[in-house]
């Protein structure tokens, strides 16, 4: 399963709202986990099943979409939220990841 | 706390041979499917290899662009999970994380190089 991730770059300031695009090339009903990957950092779940919060993840993500179309939207962005993210199917072998979306500051 | 300590990393030559280890505590290990996901400089991730848990009867599963050079295997008595590469590629240079998908590790290098 091929993930599509857009835009792979995103420039916001704090305070904004920003959304991430993740496409499958076939449905993995809702088999999706988004990630976010920051420098020195391991990297951390943020959300799985297409919509649901990891503990510990801020309320202000959010994750939406089953079958071939799923969106992370990121509001009222903080400072510690400019980062790079990526979505990942486990629906079928083998998992695949998404291109990255690189997020910063405008 | 969450700890996953990744080991074995370095320079090797092409054609040869690597072991990674990956030491974990603080979750339940055995109820896990434990994975390799690479990430070659200055690109994005990479799955590698998972092995599921005994309830699943261990069963492992590889990407095809490395299927017949590396072997995932687990140690369910020491939390850690391994993975053997071998006939590495120039292309293989990546860091590699151990990862229950929930719980990562901060990765180790390999450098594949003559």
């Known amino acids: 399963v091929q993930m599509t991730q857009s835009p792979s770059y995103l420039a916001a300031s704090p305070g904004e709202s920003v959304s991430i695009s993740c496409k499958a090339s076939?449905?993995?009903?809702?088999?999706l986990a988004w990630y976010q990957e920051k420098p020195g950092k391991a990297n951390k779940l943020l959300i799985h099943s297409g919509s649901t919060l990891q503990s510990g993840t801020p309320s202000r993500f959010s994750g939406s979409g089953s079958g071939t179309d799923f969106t992370l939207t990121i509001r009222s962005l903080e400072s510690e939220d400019f980062a790079v993210y990526y979505c990942?199917?486990?629906?079928?072998?083998?998992?695949?990841f998404g291109s990255g979306t690189k997020l910063e500051i405008k | 706390e969450v700890q996953i300590l990744e080991t074995g990393g370095g320079l090797v030559k092409p054609g040869g041979s690597l072991r990674l280890s990956c030491a974990t505590s603080g979750f339940n290990f055995n109820d896990y499917f434990m994975n390799w996901v690479r990430q070659a400089p200055g690109k994005g991730l990479e799955w590698v290899a998972q092995?599921?848990?005994?309830?699943?009867?261990?069963?492992?599963y590889y990407a095809e662009s490395l299927e017949g050079r590396v072997t995932i295997s687990r140690d369910d008595s020491k939390s850690s999970v391994y993975l053997q590469v071998s006939s590495l590629r120039a292309e293989d240079t990546a860091i590699y994380y151990c990862?229950?998908?929930?719980?990562w590790g901060q990765g180790v290098m390999v450098t594949v190089s003559s």
């Open positions: 990942q199917q486990y629906n079928e072998y083998p998992l695949t």
């Open positions: 990862t229950s998908l929930t719980h």
């Open positions: 092995i599921r848990n005994k309830n699943y009867n261990y069963a492992t």
């Open positions: 076939k449905s993995i009903s809702n088999n």
